[in-house]
Nanobody, 125 residues
Framework: VQLQASGGGLVQAGGSLRVSCVAS????????MGWFRQAPGKEREFVAA????????NYADSVRGRGFISRDNSKNTVYLQMNSLKPEDTAVYYC???????????????????WGQGTLVTVSS
């Protein structure tokens, strides 16, 4: 499956942004989907994940209550809505597809076999 992320940009602290990821090539609903991010000089970290049907979601503590993951299987698209953005949210955001996890969702990047190219989110103070 090929993934194409978009929607990043420059936003002021306290603002909101929605990033999107469109999948192609395989049946989108066969995959749990996740968002990860990587800030300059830091390791890639888990942000949020959603199950195949969208009925189960999982969030990193750093974004819980501010970030909301959703998916539209009819559009082969997964979204990450981020509210109350902070400068520490600045990072490249990557979407990823996990074909292996069937109970809940995974926070480990090693379970995600397919990755998008990333979209940069910059939050100014």
């Amino acid at each position: 499956v090929q993934l194409q992320a978009s929607g990043g940009g420059l936003v002021q602290a306290g603002g909101s942004l929605r990033v999107s990821c469109v999948a192609s090539g395989r049946t989108f609903s066969n995959y749990n989907m996740g968002w990860f991010r990587q800030a300059p000089g830091k390791e890639r970290e888990f942000v949020a994940a959603i199950s195949r049907s969208g009925s189960y979601t999982n969030y990193a503590d750093s974004v819980r209550g501010r970030g909301f993951i959703s998916r539209d299987n009819s559009k082969n698209t997964v979204y990450l809505q981020m509210n109350s953005l902070k400068p520490e949210d600045t990072a490249v955001y990557y979407c990823a597809a996990d074909p292996k996890t069937y109970y809940g969702t995974s926070r480990s990047p090693y379970d995600y076999d397919y990755w998008g190219q990333g979209t940069l989110v910059t939050v100014s103070s």
